[in-house]
Nanobody, 134 residues
Framework: QVQLVESGGGSVQAGGSLRLSCAAS????????MAWFRQAPGKEREGVAL???????SYTYFNKDRFTVSLDNAKNTLYLEMNSLKPEDTAMYYCAADPRIPCLSSMATIQALGVLALNEYRYWGQGTQVTVSS
């Protein structure tokens, strides 16, 4: 079992940047499939990016060139660097983990599965709010 705690959210203007953190209570590298999801008000939770246990990454098409996921092994912390933020990026951002490795689905498949993809992740953090103003 692993506990996940997100931080780093906040309010920024369009074009700005934020770095979200997900601190895990256990070793991530080589152990868990890790992912970032987000949920905007009135919308379903959707995938943003993932990192496989081997360190390979996968992004949804709408953020591939703006967001970067990375891992600090020593701190067992997953990051999501978000640049060129847009108002439509406003959402609660969640970190998720699952011990089934490699990750069951790529982000493209997760996007296609919709809410069904949430079942592929056993552990979730409480979320951190990101608000982007125009």
């Amino acid at each position: 079992q692993v506990q996940l705690v997100e931080s780093g959210g906040g309010s920024v203007q369009a074009g700005g940047s934020l770095r979200l953190s997900c601190a895990a209570s256990a070793q991530i590298a080589g152990t868990y499939c890790m992912a970032w999801f987000r949920q905007a008000p009135g919308k379903e939770r959707e995938g943003v990016a993932l990192m496989n246990a081997t360190g390979t990454t996968s992004y949804t098409y709408f953020n591939k060139d703006r967001f970067t996921v990375s891992l600090d092994n020593a701190k067992n912390t997953l990051y999501l660097e978000m640049n060129s933020l847009k108002p439509e990026d406003t959402a609660m951002y969640y970190c998720a983990a699952d011990p089934r490795i490699p990750c069951l689905s790529s982000m493209a498949t997760i996007q296609a599965l919709g809410v069904l993809a949430l079942n592929e992740y056993r552990y979730w953090g409480q979320g951190t709010q990101v608000t982007v103003s125009s």
